[in-house]
């Protein structure tokens, strides 16, 4: 039997949804808490742990003006009682370990972020342990006993909104965003909230009179894109929006995609079976662009009347999510293989996209428009997504029809 290599790979991944399902558990001053509870004599004071850079620092300390990275010197003229430790990376790794541990617990959705923190996704749980703000109750609550650190945790139907809440229930504290309420929790926040916004971006922003979140997406993109060039302004116009279309990511991607169409034993005509060829591009091309991904070789599978098979395939200079990239690629192989199909009789068709990579970040904010605006490949992604994957069609297929879907895993 012909195997399509898709299925190789395969991992969980959940989309952004209504729901608030998406945790960011982060925690608070990390490298400092450790530190404070294993000295006790340290606790409620102001801790710096690094040595001419401070690492990390108690909340104590942030209350004096410190941050990180902070030189000590000039930590210490703003702290100037503040205890100065040296980092000891051990025992931040095992700690680490052991948070990491609690959250694997709690679901098998864990993405983490860096040594100290993480998104979980507890979307489905809900019957086994709950909902989501009992789950963070007793995430933070189980963190505090076993591992003896503070947690603060953000709920949030996108990792963006889960991330900035975390932050805004820091130290210690649990925020929710709830579900129609995103943007009145985003609004009034500074713009420095929205990732991509440094320091550079927040005083371009502040020199326009911008300095809240909801003054930023009531500019429009336009006004925007005059201000910080198109690729910021389009980035931090969807994220004022609320708009996050990022999955928790547990593990590594697919590398390749597949379809395939069987055409039985009798001969069919070159413009035939190119025609089902278009229809499994058509198909492919769509999954890789609602996956945000794209590909960079096509290869073309063919099974011939006697069982033998043959495989040809195309690397392209660049990779590409456009149908019509594909589709010259795959229509190339078949030219080049029509010797064969003429000489053995096909009866199977086959195509993968393989070499796939992201798409690339001017796509990583923008569930709610087409990715690729005022193209046919977005046209037609969005009337299929719409009204069914059967609502367009190429006019060649119309009489046979597409095939019977191969059912899709994720991408
Ligand atoms: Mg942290």
């Not at 294993?38 to 909340?59: E, H, I, M, T």
């Not at 992604?381 to 994957?389: A, C, H, I, T, W």
Request: some cysteine.
């Amino acid at each position: 039997m012909f195997v399509s290599d898709s299925a190789a790979v395969r991992r969980p991944r959940i989309q952004s949804r209504a729901e608030a399902t998406i945790l960011h558990a982060d925690l608070d001053s990390f490298y400092a808490s450790v530190e404070q509870r294993d000295q006790r004599w340290l606790r409620g004071k102001p801790v710096l742990v690094g040595g001419g850079v401070v690492l990390a620092a108690s909340y104590e300390a942030k209350a004096f003006g410190v941050r990180t990275p902070m030189n000590v010197g000039q930590a210490l003229r703003l702290c100037p009682h503040a205890v100065v430790v040296p980092p000891r990376m051990s025992a931040y790794a095992a700690a680490s370990e052991a948070v990491f541990a609690v959250f694997h617990d709690t679901t098998p959705l864990v993405e983490g972020i860096s040594i100290d923190e993480a998104f979980l996704d507890v979307g489905g749980l809900r019957r086994i342990s709950g909902e989501p703000v009992e789950i963070a109750h007793r995430l933070r609550a189980e963190i505090a006993t076993k591992v003896g650190l503070p947690i603060s945790v953000g709920i949030a139907g996108t990792k963006f909104l889960a991330k900035v809440a975390s932050a805004d229930a820091k130290p210690d504290g649990l925020r929710l965003v709830e579900p129609g309420r995103e943007l009145d929790f985003l609004h009034p926040l500074p713009v420095q909230r929205l990732w991509g916004v440094g320091k550079v971006t927040a005083a371009a922003l502040h020199a326009n009179g911008i300095t809240r979140i909801g003054q930023l997406a009531e500019l429009g993109e336009p006004h925007l894109r005059a201000i910080l060039g198109p690729a910021a302004a389009r980035h931090l116009f969807a994220l004022a929006w609320a708009r996050d279309p990022r999955r928790v990511e547990t593990g590594r991607r697919r590398r390749s995609i597949g379809a395939q169409r069987a055409l039985g034993r009798r001969g069919r005509a070159p413009e035939e079976i190119a025609a089902y060829l278009d229809g499994l591009t058509d198909r492919l091309g769509r999954r890789l662009r609602a996956a945000d991904r794209s590909c960079r070789t096509v290869v073309l599978r063919l099974r011939f009347d006697d069982f033998s098979r043959a495989t040809r395939s195309h690397t392209l200079l660049e990779a590409t999510d456009a149908t019509a990239s594909i589709r010259h690629a795959a229509r190339l192989l078949l030219d080049t293989a029509q010797p064969l199909v003429t000489e053995r009789g096909l009866t199977l068709i086959g195509l993968s996209l393989t070499n796939l990579d992201d798409a690339g970040p001017r796509q990583l904010t923008l569930p709610l428009e087409p990715r690729a605006e005022n193209t046919l490949d977005a046209t037609l992604d969005d009337l299929r997504r719409r009204f069914g994957s059967t609502a367009v069609t190429r006019a060649a297929l119309l009489k046979t029809g597409e095939g019977l879907s191969v059912p899709l895993l994720p991408d």
